[in-house]
């Protein structure tokens, strides 16, 4: 059950304040509605997941409240979550899917808040090889749609105008960063001041070239996240390959994971949408393994912005 939030549509981006707000007004008819479709009573769960971070305190506070109260009330366990954990577990939500990755395997989490490539041993044996020294690939895709103009949030708009364009027509430099590390700011800067120079001769310059430029922008941002993810599974010596994070919904990306996959003998898994983007499922599902361990925690726990991987 998902309650989406529009509002930060009408702001550009996501509007901290406004956020939690939503997620107060929208926590209890959210959890009503899932227990509803589930055929659930509150008396059937066994504990409680919730998101402990990373993520925007005010909105982690009103679930991370949320779930210690009902827990207290309910006298059952309460488990912490790590969001970024939970993009790269979201592979093992289908129980059935026997196209889940096998351990150990490499990960490339790409979101609006993160970009990393995380060699995953066991559910709780994660190692985050590289990330990036500033912007996510995500805010790459958003940044550079804002400055085009283009709306919130900008990577589902850059994918779909990306269709109809020329990958090639426009050429923007890729960052040099050492090591399994990533760098997109630079990007967008470029971006900018190319797209400047060009108004200055034409004012319609990018309505005309809107697709093409989505094309050129998304391949530089998937060529730069492919290039680092194979040169991790040459330096790991793995072969398993996942995606995940709000960005792996993104065509070209997904398209050339699987090609490059297929030239270099990797096996590759990309989840399906509906588990791409931020969901509940993905929290289940280390609550999940939490439980079968017994990792609860107690109630003296608080939510943490930066929680670490
Ligand atoms: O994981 P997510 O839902 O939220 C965070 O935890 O950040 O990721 C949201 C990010 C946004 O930056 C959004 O532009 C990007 O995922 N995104 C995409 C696509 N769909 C969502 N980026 C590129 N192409 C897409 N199709
Ligand atoms: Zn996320």
């Known amino acids: 059950m998902i309650a989406t939030q529009q509002i930060h549509e009408e702001y550009g981006g996501v509007v901290p304040e406004l956020a939690s707000r939503e997620h107060q007004k929208n926590i209890v008819p959210v959890v009503d509605a899932a227990l509803k479709k589930a055929n659930l009573n509150l008396d059937d769960i ?23 109260s009902l827990g207290l009330s309910l006298n ?18 289908e129980d059935a899917n026997e196209s889940a990755p096998s351990f150990p395997f490499l990960c490339l989490t790409v979101s609006g808040g993160h970009t990393q490539i995380v060699k995953v ?3 709780f044996e994660l190692e985050v090889l590289g ?56 990007l967008k ?3 900018l001041y190319f797209v400047q120079k060009e108004l ?3 004012s319609s310059f990018i309505e005309e070239n809107k697709e093409d430029l989505s094309a050129s922008i998304q391949k530089t941002i998937v060529d730069i996240l492919i290039d680092k993810i194979a040169k991790a599974c040459k330096d790991e010596n793995i ?4 995606l995940a994070g709000g960005v792996s919904a993104n065509s070209e990306l997904r398209n050339q994971l699987q090609s490059t996959g ?18 509940a499922a993905m929290i289940a599902i280390v609550g999940y393994y939490s439980y079968l361990e017994n990792r609860f925690c107690d109630q003296s726990i608080s939510p943490l912005a930066r929680l670490k991987l």
């Open 131 to 186: 990330s990036t020294l500033d912007d996510a690939a995500g805010e790459a895709f958003d940044k550079t749609a804002k400055i085009l103009g283009l709306g919130y949030p900008g990577g589902p708009v850059i994918d779909a105008l990306a269709k109809n364009g020329d990958p090639n027509k426009f050429r923007f430099s890729k960052p040099r960063v050492d090591g399994l590390d990533f760098s997109f700011s630079g």
């Open 76 to 93: 059952i366990p309460i488990i912490e979550v790590n969001h970024m954990q939970a993009h790269i577990l979201s592979h093992f939500i």
């Open 239 to 242: 072969n398993e390959v996942c």
């Open 46 to 68: 066994d504990a409680i997941a919730f998101t402990r971070g990373p993520g925007l305190m005010g909105s982690l506070l009103v679930g991370t409240s949320f779930a210690k």
């Open 121 to 123: 041993t066991a559910p």
């Open 200 to 202: 200055k001769t034409n």
């Open 189 to 191: 800067t470029s971006i």
């Open 262 to 279: 297929l030239k270099k003998g990797w096996n590759v898994y990309v989840p399906k949408f509906e588990y791409c983007t931020d969901n």
